[in-house]
Nanobody
Framework: QVQLVESGGGLVQTGGSLKLSCAAS????????MGWYRQAPGKQRELVAT???????IYADSVKDRFIISRDNAKNTVYLQMNRLKPEDTAVYYC???????????????WGQGTQVTVSS
């Protein structure tokens, strides 16, 4: 079984910073894309940032120049450094990984359980 475990969420004031981490574990053969999505109350889940293995990051316009996504492929971990946070960044942040396992050799999408980020004004 594959698990994606997120950490690093919390409460921060406007203008502050947080760093999210997500570690994938299990019988993983390879990971293609890892990324972050978020869902605010009453809204649909949206892309925040993704990073393909060996490729360039893609960011939502709303977080460009404030958030930085990075990966440690040796640890199957993805990070999201969030700077200059705004109240509109408040949401549950979900980690996503597109990966292959020993049992399922085609790529499938897996999700973490989510971590709450709250930015106070």
């Amino acid at each position: 079984q594959v698990q994606l475990v997120e950490s690093g969420g919390g409460l921060v004031q406007t203008g502050g910073s947080l760093k999210l981490s997500c570690a994938a574990s299990g019988s993983i053969l390879s990971i293609n894309v890892m990324g972050w999505y978020r869902q605010a109350p009453g809204k649909q889940r949206e892309l925040v940032a993704t990073m393909p293995s060996g490729g360039s990051a893609i960011y939502a316009d709303s977080v460009k120049d404030r958030f930085i996504i990075s990966r440690d492929n040796a640890k199957n971990t993805v990070y999201l450094q969030m700077n200059r946070l705004k109240p509109e960044d408040t949401a549950v942040y979900y980690c996503n990984a597109n990966l292959r396992t020993v049992l399922y050799t085609s790529y499938n999408s897996y999700w973490g359980q989510g971590t709450q980020v709250t930015v106070s004004s």
